[in-house]
């Protein structure tokens, strides 16, 4: 188990409650958490952190002051500018990576969104399993305004909201409401700014209420069977899933207390 409360980050913060909730924030306000390399790298570092660490249970997707997360950092922008092909490739390699890591995260994610949220803000929305949103929260794919393209968070973006709205998004570069990216699926829910944090904690709640073990198993049975085509292979693995999961030691203690009518021993610890 990492101690991820030891490590120390100047962009970014992590800390986790008593719960088991991680709480990693965009640390940078005085930028509208706009991110850079030195960003990223922490991102992946925590993230490899909390996956290694048997306490966390829940990480959710913050960003500090007035605005979630700004894009890409301008002074980081004008950097690359100067670099080669291969400087932008290696560039572009590790914010893959990190989308990849938070999408391919064990553990359940929920994002909460206030203020803007661009270009790779974006993306970093739709790596999450859960999103939440201010209704006022404002949402832009941008890149095409300064002749880029959207193109390593793209296929999250495309997952997330489907390929029409993806490539209209993307190519018109036009801002659009919580509301709106609720209507698109980015977001599960929206709410009123002043309400957002605590309605994001009655989600963590609720969350909490359920197995760790079996939110985990959820996960990968979801990302196994995607759009959920039917084939005798996903047949074998959903048999075998259900199977080993009721063996486990939380499907057991989840049945004999639903069967005892008590609470399961993980919700006592919350």
Same mark, same amino acid.
């Given at each position: 188990?990492?101690?991820?409360?030891?490590?120390?980050?100047? +962009?970014?913060?992590?800390?986790?409650?008593?719960?088991?909730?991680?709480?990693? &924030?965009? +640390? !940078?306000?005085?930028? +509208?958490?706009?991110?850079?390399?030195?960003?990223?790298?922490?991102?992946?570092?925590?993230?490899?952190?909390?996956?290694?660490?048997?306490?966390?249970?829940?990480?959710?997707?913050?960003?500090?002051? !007035?605005?979630?997360?700004?894009?890409?950092?301008?002074? &980081?922008?004008?950097?690359?500018?100067?670099?080669?092909?291969?400087?932008?490739?290696?560039? @572009?390699?590790?914010?893959?990576?990190?989308?990849?890591?938070?999408?391919?995260?064990?553990?359940?994610?929920? $994002?909460?969104?206030?203020?803007?949220?661009?270009?790779?803000?974006?993306?970093?929305?739709?790596?999450?399993?859960?999103?939440?949103?201010?209704?006022? @929260?404002?949402?832009?794919?941008?890149?095409?305004?300064?002749?880029?393209?959207?193109?390593?968070?793209?296929?999250?973006?495309?997952? $997330?909201?489907?390929?029409?709205?993806?490539?209209?998004?993307?190519?018109?570069?036009? !801002?659009?409401?919580?509301?709106?990216?609720?209507?698109?699926?980015?977001?599960?829910?929206?709410?009123?700014? $002043?309400?957002?944090?605590?309605?994001?904690?009655? &989600?963590?709640?609720? =969350?909490?209420? +359920?197995?760790?073990?079996? =939110?985990?198993?959820? /996960? @990968? =049975?979801?990302?196994?069977?995607?759009?959920?085509?039917?084939?005798?292979?996903? !047949?074998?693995?959903?048999? $075998?899933?259900?199977?080993?999961?009721?063996?486990?030691?939380?499907?057991?203690?989840?049945?004999?207390?639903?069967?005892?009518?008590? /609470?399961? @021993? &993980?919700?006592?610890?919350?």
């Amino acid at each position: 188990m990492t101690d991820s409360q030891n490590i120390a980050f100047q +962009n970014i913060e992590l800390d986790i409650d008593p719960r088991g909730v991680a709480n990693l &924030w965009l +640390n !940078r306000p005085e930028k +509208n958490n706009a991110f850079n390399a030195q960003t990223i790298a922490e991102l992946i570092q925590a993230l490899a952190s909390v996956a290694s660490d048997d306490r966390v249970r829940l990480v959710v997707l913050r960003g500090r002051g !007035r605005h979630f997360c700004g894009g890409a950092d301008l002074s &980081w922008m004008q950097e690359s500018v100067q670099l080669d092909y291969q400087g932008n490739l290696n560039d @572009a390699q590790q914010l893959a990576e990190l989308l990849y890591n938070l999408h391919q995260l064990q553990k359940p994610t929920l $994002a909460i969104v206030q203020g803007a949220a661009f270009g790779g803000g974006v993306g970093l929305v739709s790596c999450c399993d859960m999103a939440l949103a201010a209704e006022d @929260a404002q949402f832009c794919l941008s890149e095409v305004r300064i002749g880029l393209i959207p193109a390593t968070i793209g296929p999250f973006v495309s997952k $997330a909201i489907g390929q029409r709205a993806a490539t209209r998004y993307a190519m018109t570069a036009e !801002r659009f409401s919580g509301i709106r990216a609720r209507e698109l699926c980015l977001v599960d829910e929206t709410y009123p700014a $002043a309400e957002l944090d605590d309605e994001a904690e009655a &989600w963590i709640a609720n =969350l909490l209420n +359920n197995s760790p073990a079996a =939110l985990v198993a959820c /996960k @990968a =049975l979801f990302h196994e069977i995607g759009a959920g085509e039917l084939t005798p292979e996903r !047949r074998r693995y959903t048999e $075998a899933a259900i199977a080993r999961i009721r063996i486990s030691p939380e499907g057991q203690e989840g049945l004999r207390a639903f069967l005892q009518k008590r /609470k399961p @021993a &993980w919700q006592e610890q919350v």
